[in-house]
């Protein structure tokens, strides 16, 4: 086996993983919001225009995301000290 089939693979169990986790709801939530923002993805916006293929920032759908990851993350507390870090750094 290649060592791109090999990560498919691992890939392909992480997911499955992760399904498991976050239980049938949390599927459908995540795939409901995937395909709103794949229904949005031509959108009209003001202001600056997106590059080509980019979708408009959903700030709630982001959160709502972001929100049910923490939930099933390993370590949530240790993950969200590491991403205020990073985003301080970045907001500087």
Same mark, same amino acid.
């Given at each position: 086996?290649?060592?791109? #089939?090999?990560a498919?693979?691992?890939?392909?169990?992480?997911? #499955? /993983?992760?399904?498991?986790r976050?239980?049938?709801?949390?599927?459908?939530? $995540?795939?409901?919001?995937? =395909? %709103? $923002? #794949?229904?949005?993805?031509?959108?009209?916006?003001?202001?600056? =225009?997106?590059? %080509?293929?980019?979708?408009?920032?959903?700030?709630?759908?982001?959160?709502?995301?972001?929100?049910?990851? /923490?939930?099933?993350?390993g370590?949530?507390?240790?993950?969200?000290?590491?991403?205020?870090?990073?985003?301080?750094?970045?907001?500087?």
């Amino acid at each position: 086996m290649s060592d791109k #089939q090999k990560a498919i693979e691992e890939l392909k169990k992480q997911r #499955q /993983l992760a399904r498991e986790r976050i239980g049938p709801e949390g599927v459908k939530k $995540l795939e409901k919001m995937a =395909a %709103d $923002l #794949q229904k949005n993805r031509n959108m009209t916006v003001s202001g600056d =225009a997106l590059t %080509d293929g980019m979708v408009p920032y959903d700030r709630k759908a982001a959160l709502e995301a972001f929100q049910i990851f /923490l939930k099933n993350h390993g370590d949530p507390a240790e993950f969200e000290r590491r991403l205020r870090e990073m985003i301080a750094k970045k907001s500087h």
